[in-house]
């Protein structure tokens, strides 16, 4: 592939091993390495020594498509830095009276210049720049303050004064003068060109990687960039299913699932691992919710080396292991040897009891199996719901057992317990003490096995009406919510060179299909019947033939796909970040750099990426600026474009550079950021223009951007004005300007969203900076929004702190690149409205840029045609992305729900939680399009319509009192704590722009973390005990029970601890317990703890450690990092503490009990 | 001066009918995904005014001739398009916004618009054709006249069946 286009960068790839050693073998060498480290394929097994290879090598010629991307002047620049790696650092560097002018002229060497030809606008740049240069010289003169005179010598063409910001270097040699600072850098370039250059042989094309792929199937582990090597799952032993957040905590242990069939049975630290992860995913069978929490049971009894592969294969059958608790004995499966003949009569016994998926000559069986329970419970069909189910997920050994005990013992109740009509206004403690779980569908138990994790993959209605007319009556949101790239503890990753796939509606085989015979299967979405494709047949788990059942697409309603080149567009892209950052006088007050140039620095090595990564910045005020990184420079290069009404590129291909290239420049650049600007005269920001830059020049590839901004943009192209009356802030009224302001903002995400490129925001003003139109450059990029109002890293350092640690998530969490996500369902429902950070493409695929995994979407469905020849219905979303390492992945979650025909059965299966989210995702949309009381309107309407729809079903009603099922008895408390919410409160002061940060965190909040933001936890804290407590990685957590959200809670004597999602509150009583002050706080008496405090001290006492590990625990892996903020009782700050007890009545709203009056008297009208 | 009248009105009319033809044909692309949100609005869009125009040059045109029948009955439609171009909000794209096309069922709404306003002018256009003021005109050029209708129909028949075909397509899917 194009050697000589190619040659320079081989070459200058090269140069990686010896100057960054550690980190250039740990990204491409670490295939080589034996270790059980990211790549557990290593094995001595037949071929997968050639992906991982391939995998290290084809970041170097990827260099061919790079400047493949980079049209001409990419093409241009290959050559000239070829022939000045001969003589570009002698040369110029040598002469150290030249100054800076001598980069440029070396650089404008033959073949360079074509290049600079190229850029039309240079010239007059000059001419118009020139005076507004000296601006800049000015403003950044500090740098160099012994230089400014040969500045003007500097002025070239460029405008680009290179600015050599390494100040200090120069200090710290004690070299004054300019001219000996570039001497400096003489001599430090001096020690390049020694190296010498082993040009690598030029790797196979990575397309030919993809075929290398070839195998009949290879599960694979995930590499996460983040991967932490050991299954920390093994380490939880509780048999208490993990609660939502702390799957999270579990996402790094993943390592890999897989690799069965070709890993390495010889080393024993891998087959260790996969020992492990393989009855991790044996628990994941039997019980989808609660992965891999009781793996290491299992894993003793297995580990003996030549069973290996049984335990593999025994794994895949959750029945049996289930069954036989850990012995793997009976399914011998001897040899890597695919015999058709024994493997139908292997399983043969298990077949009987297993009715779907395994006995194929049944027809349909899928639907055999969903009817029946259907059909034996009748009229409330859900035998034991919620509370049988839970039991039946804390000990998943017990499925089988469980379930037909479970089955007969409740069935003979009349009602199931979601159906039991709770009378609100009586019931005073309608907050349970436990965390609210998600409600399981009412499958059979196959089925519920094997359906996707509630975390990822939830719907409104786990009982979905036969048609739309039941669902109008049950006057109830129907829609999906969706986390689909979860961290996930572990997941199967399969490659295939079939992706087997529906042929008419393209949706990915699923567990949930049914097979008719071996060579045909039935799509659940649109019915088609399938050929199963030769492949398919070979089952590289059990390594037998003939069983397409038990492959793991057909076992696992998540899996992750490797895709072929079908799935490409264009060759994958690397993963390339752009920062640009404003530096006005605002914002270097605001010093915000400072922490975001020492999180980088603290993370560069993290950062998701391969070889390839490339990374660039840029800095705006009101001119922008950009910085040439190329390697082989002495320093960073700062080149400035004042011209912001047509904002171009000075050298387009040096300003992304490669990150392990340029590290060193990367690094002073970093160094040097804060200070460069500290003297900065300019107020205006130029975000328009500098945001049009960022997109030229990540439109060839894609990638993210990062914009950080702090105030309202006031220059150029998309400025905006002051829309906010302080006034009207806490109007009861009309809430104005919740939309944007331009449309400026909007259509360049659309462009960059065609371009795979995202735009994160990271807004940190003190002042309105009209976030509602600002937010549209990362709403429909597939960007995310931070904001972090009056940001000051010396008057507010809780924000500082906060900015940091959602920094550190923010750049080592995983990332996928140009991903699309597509949601297919059943044939008769439609979907009608998405909510989330994205570009709706067509009418069901989600164009995204860039995916994340703290990203959650919404889909609001319809039920077009009537449902009634059908007993299930499915979703399924398949997210295709490329993942940081440049390998195309499709993650596919599969959802299955039942149909149901009566109103009651409806209710029994509301998820409440998911339905007020939805809602509030609804509410956020109709305060933008209508207004912000009409969205309150419809809230409250929402109560009243579905209570006063349930109270006319039950017919034994006393009319006088408020009934809601009891799925549905948190619906009017949920609703109210939204009301009170900051995008939807009105009457109490909220500044614009955080009312608009509350919607845009609806919007693109998955579930569990809207739900704390809705609803927060409080926990009394004073008194925490190990009783019921977890373990997580041997640390011992109490779990407090739950306290409603009521000052009648909060006693003098006691102290609370508040989960609001993005922040921590402990309150503490006048008269609390002074050893409890003492232990945890650290300080002798409540009157001498401090007004402002942040941290819990390290102390060695009981009530201290456990006090800590239950805040850690609550607060691991959440996308935005909680602060924590400690409350006395008299201080002022108690009001944000107290705005936050939505039961209590206010000013403004109401009390809960007012409210269910409130809502009793309207459904009486 | 009549005929002059009644002779632009007819042309502008079968203009209009093109034009909702053509929002026919591109939202129903739309719909069955031929085309991405971001072109079908582009496209879209670019016609919205030219629309409006052409209809308020119409309902103004028999203000002055004083016909006051058509007027009155060609006001609401031209009101309601003058009151659609202006509620949009600041930060949509345009009538036909992108990003909020697919939501709401906004694609619906259009297309049922669309379709309404096919009817609306075809019935002005025969109203135009066969109305008093081109009596002579008609007389004289019955032939070519007649024939209009007949060109433009095909067109208007290959908008309709095409559209047709289409949700049927869909509905069989």
């Known amino acids: ?1165 | 001066m009549e005929t002059v009248v009644f002779v632009f009105s007819l042309l502008d009319c079968c203009a209009l009918i093109f034009l909702s033809v053509y929002f026919i044909i591109t939202l129903s692309d739309l719909e069955c995904d031929y085309i991405n949100a971001r072109s079908c609005c582009s496209k879209l869009n670019k016609w919205v005014i030219p629309e409006v125009v052409g209809h308020t040059i119409i309902t103004v045109l028999m203000l002055i001739s004083l016909h006051w029948f058509i007027f009155l009955l060609n006001l609401p439609v031209a009101t309601w398009n003058i009151y659609r171009l202006i509620m949009v909000p600041s930060g949509n794209m345009g009538v036909f916004d992108p990003t909020e096309i697919h939501n709401r069922g906004q694609l619906k709404s259009h297309m049922k618009e669309a379709m309404i306003k096919l009817g609306f002018h075809l019935l002005c256009f025969f109203m135009y054709l066969y109305s008093p003021g081109l009596d002579l005109p008609v007389a004289e050029a019955r032939e070519p006249l007649s024939k209009t209708p007949y060109t433009t129909d095909p067109h208007f028949e290959d908008g309709g069946t095409l559209v047709t075909c289409e949700r049927d397509s869909e509905m069989a899917k």
Request: aromatic share 8%; hydrophobic share 35%.
């Open chain 1, 1 to 1165: 592939m194009s050697a000589p286009a190619g040659s320079p960068h081989p070459a200058a790839s090269a140069r990686i091993p010896p100057k960054l050693g550690g980190a250039a073998a740990s990204g491409a060498a670490a295939p080589a390495g034996p270790g059980p480290g990211p790549h557990q394929q290593n094995g001595p097994a037949q071929n997968q020594m050639q992906v991982p290879s391939g995998y290290g090598l084809y970041p170097q010629n990827y260099v061919a498509p790079s400047g493949h991307y980079s049209q001409g002047p990419g093409k241009m620049t290959s050559l000239p830095l070829d022939s000045q790696s001969g003589d570009y650092y002698p040369g110029p560097y040598t002469v150290p009276t030249q100054n800076v002018v001598t980069p440029n002229t070396a650089s404008q060497q033959p073949g360079a210049q074509q290049m600079y030809g190229r850029v039309p606008p240079a010239p007059h740049v000059v001419g118009s720049a020139l005076g507004s240069f000296q601006g800049a010289t000015s403003s950044a003169s500090h740098l160099q303050t012994s230089a400014s005179q040969p500045y003007s010598s500097f002025v070239n063409h460029y405008n680009s004064p290179a600015m050599y910001s390494v100040n200090s270097s120069v200090a710290s040699q004690g070299l004054p003068s300019t001219c000996g600072h570039y001497a400096l850098s003489a001599v430090s370039n001096a020690s390049y060109p020694s190296v010498p250059y082993p040009s690598l042989p030029a790797g196979d094309p990575y397309r030919q990687q993809m075929l290398t792929s070839q195998s009949a199937l290879t599960v694979r582990p995930i590499r996460e960039s983040s991967l932490s090597g050991q299954n920390t799952a093994v380490s939880h032993p509780s048999p208490l299913p993990p609660p939502p957040s702390q799957q999270y905590q579990q996402q790094q242990s993943l390592s890999g699932y897989s690799t069965f069939s070709w890993s390495a049975p010889g080393l024993p630290s891998t087959q260790d691992n996969l020992i492990r992860n393989h009855t991790s995913q044996v628990a994941a069978n039997n019980n989808p919710t609660n992965t891999g929490v009781d793996s290491s049971s299992t894993t003793s009894s297995a580990s003996p080396m030549p069973n290996s592969y049984d335990a593999l294969e025994g794994g895949s059958y959750p029945d049996m292991l289930s069954s036989s608790a850990s012995s793997p004995a009976p399914e011998p499966a001897p040899e890597p040897d695919p015999a058709p003949a024994p493997v139908p009569t292997v399983p043969q016994p298990s077949k009987l009891a297993k009715p779907f998926g395994y006995g194929y000559p049944a027809l349909q069986p899928g639907y055999q199996n969903a009817t029946t329970p259907l059909n034996s419970g009748v009229p409330p069909s859900s035998p034991g719901y919620s509370g049988f189910q839970q039991y039946a997920q804390q000990y998943p050994g017990m499925n089988q057992l469980s379930s037909s005990l479970g089955g007969l013992s409740l069935q003979s109740s009349s009602q199931p317990e979601s159906l039991r009509p709770v009378n609100l206004t009586q019931e005073r403690n309608i907050l349970p003490m436990t965390p609210v779980w998600a409600p399981v569908p009412n499958l059979n138990l196959d089925l519920r096995k094997l359906n996707c994790s509630p975390d990822s993959f939830r719907c409104t209605l786990t009982n979905i009406p036969q048609t739309q007319a039941l669902l109008n009556k049950a006057k109830l949101p129907l829609g999906l919510l969706l986390h689909p790239f979860r961290d996930l503890t572990q997941l199967p990753v399969i490659t295939s060179n079939t992706i087997v796939r529906c042929r008419s509606c393209r949706t990915y085989i699923n567990p949930f299909v049914s097979f008719i015979d071996q060579r045909r299967w039935k799509c659940n979405l649109c019915y088609r019947i399938n050929d199963v494709p030769e492949e398919f047949m070979y089952n590289p788990i059990t390594r037998s033939y003939g069983e397409p059942h038990k492959r793991p697409e057909v076992q696992n309603s998540t899996v992750e796909f490797i895709a072929s080149s079908d799935y490409m567009l264009r060759p994958p892209q690397p993963a390339v970040y752009l920062f640009v950052l404003d530096v006005s006088h605002n914002a270097v007050e605001a010093g915000y750099l400072t922490v975001l140039c020492q999180s980088l620095l603290e993370n560069l090595d993290k950062l998701p990426g391969d070889s390839r990564t490339r990374i660039g910045f840029m800095t705006f005020d009101s001119t922008i600026h950009f910085y040439n990184l190329q390697e082989g420079l002495s320093q960073p290069q700062m080149l400035i474009v004042s011209d912001i009404d047509d904002v171009f590129l000075p050298t387009p291909d040096s300003l992304l550079v490669n990150l392990h290239e340029s590290k060193e420049l990367i690094k002073d650049l970093l160094n040097a950021l804060p200070n460069m600007f500290t003297n900065t005269r300019e107020t205006h920001s130029a975000l328009g223009p500098a945001l049009q830059a960022a997109f030229k020049l990540m439109s060839p590839t894609g990638g993210r951007v990062s914009v950080f901004q702090t105030q309202l943009p006031s220059l150029g192209a998309g400025l905006l004005q002051s829309r906010e009356d302080p006034n009207q802030r806490s109007s009861t009224k009309v809430v104005q300007h919740l939309g944007p302001a331009t449309d400026f903002y909007k259509k360049l995400a659309l462009d960059c969203s065609g371009q795979q490129t995202a735009v994160d925001l990271f807004l940190l003003s003190s002042q309105y900076s009209d976030l509602a139109s600002l937010a549209c450059i990362s709403r429909y990029s597939a960007g995310c929004i931070y904001y972090y109002p009056s940001f000051h890293y010396m008057h507010n350092p809780s924000q500082a702190e906060k900015l940091q640690k959602d920094l550190k998530r923010y750049l080592t969490r995983k990332i996928g690149f140009e991903a699309v996500m597509r949601i297919r369902c059943t044939k008769g429902l439609s979907m009608h409205t998405f909510h989330g950070n994205f570009f709706v493409r067509s009418t069901d695929l989600l164009s995204l840029a860039n995916i994340n995994p703290d990203a959650g979407f919404a889909v609001q469905l319809s039920i077009e045609e009537s449902l009634t020849d059908t007993s299930l219905v499915c979703f399924q979303t398949a997210l295709l992305y490329t993942s940081s390492k440049g390998e195309r992945r499709i993650r596919v979650h599969t959802l299955c729900l039942p149909v149901v025909s009566s109103l009651a059965d409806v209710y029994a299966g509301v998820d409440v939680q998911a339905a007020i989210c939805l809602l509030a995702n609804m509410a956020v949309d109709r305060s933008i399009s209508s207004s912000l009381s009409d969205a309150r309107d419809a809230l409250v309407n929402a109560v009243v319509d579905s209570l006063s729809a349930y109270g006319s079903t039950v017919s034994n009603l006393q009319h006088s009192a408020l009934i809601a099922p009891s799925s549905l008895k948190l619906f009017p408390l949920y609703v109210l704590a939204l009301l009170k919410q900051k995008a939807f409160r009105t009457g109490t002061s909220t500044r614009l722009d955080d009312r608009v940060y509350a919607m845009c965190q609806i919007k693109c909040q998955p579930l569990v973390h809207l739900m704390k933001m809705i609803h927060p936890n409080l926990y009394r804290i004073d008194r925490l005990t190990d009783e019921g407590a977890i373990h997580v990685n041997d640390r011992v957590v109490p779990q407090p029970p739950l306290q409603k959200l009521s000052a009648e809670k909060l006693t003098r004597e006691g102290a609370f601890l508040m989960d609001c999602g993005s922040a921590f509150y402990i309150w503490i009583g006048k008269s609390c317990d002074n050893n409890f002050i003492e232990d945890v706080l650290g300080y002798p008496n409540f009157a001498s703890i401090p007004q402002k405090m942040t941290h819990l001290p390290e102390l060695d006492t009981l009530s201290s450690e456990r006090a800590r590990s239950f805040i850690t625990w609550l607060r691991d892996n959440r996308p935005l990092s909680p602060v924590l903020h400690v409350v006395k009782d008299e201080s002022p700050a108690k009001t944000e503490f107290f705005q936050h007890l939505i039961e209590d009545r206010t000013e403004a709203a109401f009390s809960y009990y007012e409210f269910l009056l409130h809502v009793q008297q309207q459904i009486c009208k």
